[in-house]
């Protein structure tokens, strides 16, 4: 009998290091990454939501939101999924209700607390800084620029 090349632990180490990679601006290395845990684990939609994640931290919108449908028309009930979808959608100045609809539904009915402790925090998020009625630093100067009407 052969030994796995990958157990299960180290496998989820390199998922890890995937994450590590996207939050140290190594998009290369996050990349190189998940493709090897794909190749070593197919089934696993961890190396999937890893590149959806690496997109989301791009502010890649559109790309992030297609990886983390996919996951979830074969994975329906993956929260990690539904979350992250959730929070690209709330970012999107077109999809943002839907996006507030589907961390809501998280909070509500997940079981896990920390899936819902991070929906939570992107509706506050989304609240205090995505929905901001208050004027940006900019928005002075851009009124300046315009001319006066007679």
Known sequence: MSKKFVDKEQFFLLIEAGF?????????SAKKIFKACELLNPTNMLPRIGMGYLHFHKLQLKQAAEIFSKILESEPSNEMAKTLLGM???MSPTKGGEGEKILTDICKNS????????????????????????????????KEQKPKQK
């Open 88 to 90: 690209t959608l709330s």
């Open 20 to 28: 590590v990679a996207i939050h140290q601006a190594d998009e290369d």
């Open 111 to 142: 079981d896990d607390p920390q899936i819902k402790r991070v929906a939570d925090s992107a509706i506050d998020f989304v609240d205090k800084f995505v929905k901001k009625k208050s004027p940006s630093p900019l928005e002075p100067q851009i």
